[in-house]
Each structure stands twice: as structure tokens, then as C-alpha cells.
Antibody, heavy 120, light 111 residues
Framework: QVLLVQSGAEVKKPGASVNVSCKASGYTFTTFSMHWVRQAPGQRLEWMGWINPGNGNTKYSQKFQGRVTITRDTSASTAYVELSSLRSEDTAVYYC?????????????WGQGTLVTVSS | QSALTQPASVSGSPGQSITISCTGTSSDVGNFDLVSWYRQHPGKAPKLMIYEVTKRPSGVSNRFSASKSGNTASLTISGLQAEDEAEYYCCSYAGSSTFVVFGGGTKLTVL
């Protein structure tokens, strides 16, 4: 079965960067786009960007443009999101989510989430 | 980009039916048949319940159904069960530059 396993919780200081990983299994990693979605405490889900693991092409939300980088390691079936210049408002649970089998515009599988806390 | 509007909360008794609305604009919900719905229990990851407006993924109960009219999408849950108590989020494709927008979430309470 499809499984997305994310790295553990992080605590960072303002201005630092954080890198969260998402290891995929149960399917061919390069076949389906991988997205990153975050959820601040008590807030709505927020799409950050996605990567085509097959060719490495990426697309980012305008909100995060310039601060977010999504990469992948096909040999490890793992996707990564790096967010730089962290501020307190970036405190959130970060999820990786794989697109659906039949379409690009919904998220059929989700990682367990990684809590990133930004605090001085 | 604008977010989608959902009621903050809805409630129903076991066995009853409830409907959650999701209002967007002609740039998202009204322009694409690409609305999805997610259920999220506290402290857990979201789970896909509906995609492409009306389609149910394998394994999702047929108690869940959905529709769309104009700029508003709706999720209906029939035969409410205790396990349905959760937060529900709608999501819509909004074009290549925005990609997707989410609703603010609706907390469903099973009385």
C-alpha cells in the first residue's frame, strides 16, 4: 500500500531554515507528483508547492516563492521541502501529499505530518 | 488568492444526514469540476473523501456524497456515525498560477 513517512519534529529559531523529508513506498516514486501542504495551529490547510519526481520540475505558491525549495532523491524515493528565513508564523504542521491516481488536482495520500516550531 | 468559505460548524444526531457547503468564485469552484473534500480527525493527517466533485475513492463509505452548483460545492453525509465527528475541508483547483485553494474547515459534531 502507498505509504508516506515524514521526518520528525523540528524546533528552529527565527531566520533559520528547516528541511522536512517524505519517504514514499508502495508505488513507483517517479510516477506521481508530490505536494507539500501546511497547517498552522487552528488554521486552514495551505498549499505550498509540488514537484514532479520524474523530471524534478517544481511549482510553488506565490506566497512562498523565494523561500521554499522542493527537491527529490529518486534513489531514495524521498521528497524534501526546505523553508528558509523562518518566522513565528511558519510554525505549523507540514504534510507531504501525493496526487491521485486519476488526476493531478487532489491529494489521495498524506504523510503523517511534521511539526515545525519557530521560536526564539 | 481567495480561500473558500465553509460554515464553521454543523451538527447532527446519529443516523441523520448533514450537508456542508463550500462557496468559492467563478475562478475556482465555478470554473472547474475539480473540488475535493477531506476529513481530518484531531492530530491526524487529512483523508481524501471525495475528488473531482462527486467521485468517492475506493474504501470510502457510500454514506458520503457530494455535488456542485455554480460557485458552491456541497458534501452530504448520511446515516451519521460517531466516527464522522471531525473537521472537513473542501479544496478546489484555481488555475495554473494558484493551483489549489482550501476552505476554512467545518467542524462536524455528532450529538
Amino acid at each position: 500500500q502507498v505509504l508516506l513517512v515524514q521526518s520528525g519534529a523540528e524546533v528552529k529559531k527565527p531566520g533559520a531554515s528547516v528541511n522536512v523529508s517524505c519517504k514514499a513506498s508502495g508505488y513507483t516514486f517517479t510516477t506521481f507528483s508530490m505536494h507539500w501542504v501546511r497547517q498552522a495551529p487552528g488554521q486552514r490547510l495551505e498549499w505550498m508547492g509540488w514537484i514532479n519526481p520524474g523530471n524534478g520540475n517544481t511549482k510553488y505558491s506565490q506566497k512562498f516563492q523565494g523561500r521554499v525549495t522542493i527537491t527529490r532523491d529518486t534513489s531514495a524515493s524521498t521528497a524534501y521541502v526546505e523553508l528558509s528565513s523562518l518566522r513565528s508564523e511558519d510554525t505549523a504542521v507540514y504534510y507531504c501529499a501525493r496526487r491521485g491516481t486519476y488526476g493531478d488536482y487532489y491529494f489521495a495520500y498524506w504523510g503523517q505530518g511534521t511539526l515545525v516550531t519557530v521560536s526564539s | 488568492q481567495s480561500a473558500l468559505t465553509q460554515p464553521a460548524s454543523v451538527s447532527g444526531s446519529p443516523g441523520q444526514s448533514i450537508t456542508i457547503s463550500c462557496t468559492g468564485t467563478s475562478s475556482d469552484v465555478g470554473n472547474f469540476d475539480l473540488v475535493s473534500w477531506y476529513r481530518q480527525h484531531p492530530g491526524k493527517a487529512p483523508k481524501l473523501m471525495i475528488y473531482e466533485v462527486t467521485k468517492r475513492p475506493s474504501g470510502v463509505s457510500n454514506r458520503f456524497s457530494a455535488s456542485k452548483s455554480g460557485n458552491t460545492a456541497s458534501l452530504t453525509i448520511s446515516g451519521l456515525q460517531a466516527e464522522d465527528e471531525a473537521e472537513y475541508y473542501c479544496c478546489s483547483y484555481a488555475g495554473s498560477s494558484t493551483f489549489v485553494v482550501f476552505g476554512g474547515g467545518t467542524k462536524l459534531t455528532v450529538l
